[in-house]
C-alpha cells in the first residue's frame, strides 16, 4: 500500500457515559497538541474526527465518529453502530459510576451492531492523570476478560497511552476489511459541537 494506492479507511466510533472525555480522547489522538479546555461542555448528537496513521509502510484513515454519552441520543448514535470497523468504550478511571454504566453501553451497540461482521473493541480507562482513581486496573481488567476484549489506560490532559491506543488500534484493523468505502455518509443533517466530552 506505500506504491501511491488509495489509503484503507476505517470507521471508528467512541461510546460511554458523558464526561468521561470521549471528545477529548480523540482531539488529542488527532492533534497531539491539543490542550484541555477550561471548562467542560457536552457533544451534542455526534462529531467527527479524521485521523491518518501509518502502518508497515501503508496509509489507514480512520473516520472517527464521536457520540454523545447522554441516553437521550441514543436513537442518534445508533445509526453509527451499524457498520463500525472498531469502537471504543470510554470510561472515566476517577468516577465508578462511568465504569459501572459500561455494561449498559456494551449491551445497547451489541443489539446493533452488524453481527455478521463484529467491530474491534477496545476498553478504555480515562483521565489515569488522576490521583482519585476508583476504578482499578485489575478491576478494568476483569471486564475485558468477561467480554472478550482489550483494555488500556490514557489521558487526554497528559497524552499519555493515546498513542499506543491508536497504534494498537491501527495494527488491529489493518488485518481486516473495511466494512464500508467511505466514513462520512452520515455526516449530514447530524448535530455537532467540537467542545470537548
Known amino acids: 500500500m506505500g506504491d501511491g494506492t488509495e489509503p484503507r479507511s476505517f470507521k471508528v466510533i467512541t461510546v460511554g457515559p458523558p464526561a468521561v472525555g470521549k471528545t477529548c480522547l480523540i482531539m488529542k489522538g488527532v492533534n497531539p497538541d491539543f490542550t ?7 457533544t451534542l448528537g455526534v462529531d467527527f474526527k479524521v485521523k491518518t496513521a501509518m502502518h508497515q509502510g501503508s496509509v489507514v484513515k480512520l473516520h ?13 448514535n445508533r445509526m453509527y ?10 470510561f472515566d478511571l476517577a468516577d465508578r459510576m462511568t465504569f459501572d454504566k459500561l455494561d449498559f453501553f456494551w449491551q445497547d451497540f451489541k443489539e446493533y451492531e452488524n453481527a455478521d461482521r463484529p467491530a474491534v473493541k477496545l476498553i478504555v480507562g480515562n483521565k489515569s492523570d488522576r490521583k482519585e482513581r476508583e476504578v482499578s486496573k485489575q478491576q478494568a481488567e476483569a471486564l475485558a476478560a468477561r467480554l472478550g476484549v482489550n483494555y488500556m489506560e490514557t489521558s487526554a490532559r497528559s497524552g499519555d497511552g493515546i498513542p499506543q ?7 488491529r484493523l489493518a488485518g481486516t ?4 468505502a467511505q466514513g462520512e455518509s452520515l455526516v449530514k443533517g447530524m448535530k455537532q459541537n467540537r467542545s470537548c466530552c
Request: aromatic residues 18%; glycine residues 2%; negative net charge.
Open 36 to 42: 484541555l479546555p477550561p471548562t467542560y461542555m457536552c
Open 64 to 76: 472517527i465518529w464521536d457520540t454523545a454519552g447522554q441516553e437521550r441520543f441514543l436513537h442518534i
Open 81 to 90: 453502530y451499524r457498520d463500525s470497523d472498531a469502537v471504543f468504550f470510554v
Open 165 to 171: 491506543l491508536f497504534d494498537a488500534l491501527v495494527a
Open 177 to 180: 476489511k473495511p466494512a464500508t
